[in-house]
């Protein structure tokens, strides 16, 4: 699969999760409507974790030729999505809680603001 489409089919997951994140955050707690937001927001985020791990970086060092510094939080979302989960379901809400922010802050906040570095494709398209 050609990177360009690996790339839109990863936007085509993270934009969709970023919306889904963003209003878990607003809504109440443990009502239905955050559940059903927080199983398609975790299903996203694992989806497009995948997704990237095929997408070689072409920013900065890489390990085997292929996976670069970013890398690092696609391997987060893997291991943060299930345990998150889990913490959840065995009724631990502060390990999921802190879980669901961590994953948040670090794969949508600080990998999105990556993104828009030099010599990325999202800083070509925005700024030019």
């Known amino acids: 699969m050609s990177y360009t489409t690996l790339m839109y089919l990863h936007l085509a997951t993270i934009l969709p999760a970023f919306i889904l994140g963003t209003l878990s955050f607003i809504l109440k707690k443990g009502t239905i409507t955050h559940k059903y937001i927080g199983r398609v927001y975790m299903v996203l985020m694992l989806t497009t974790a995948i997704i990237t791990l095929f997408m070689p ?8 030729n292929h996976f670069g510094w970013i890398h690092c939080f696609s391997f987060l979302t893997i291991y943060t999505v299930p345990t998150a989960y889990i913490a959840v379901k065995n009724g631990h809400i ?13 794969a949508m906040l600080i990998a999105g603001a990556f993104t828009f570095m030099p010599g990325r494709y999202m800083h070509s398209l925005i700024f030019g």
């Not at 970086?57 to 085997?64: A, C, D, E, I």
């Open 57 to 64: 970086s072409f920013v900065g060092p890489q390990l085997f």
């Open 94 to 106: 502060k390990r999921h809680k802190y879980k669901m922010i961590g994953l948040y802050v670090g």
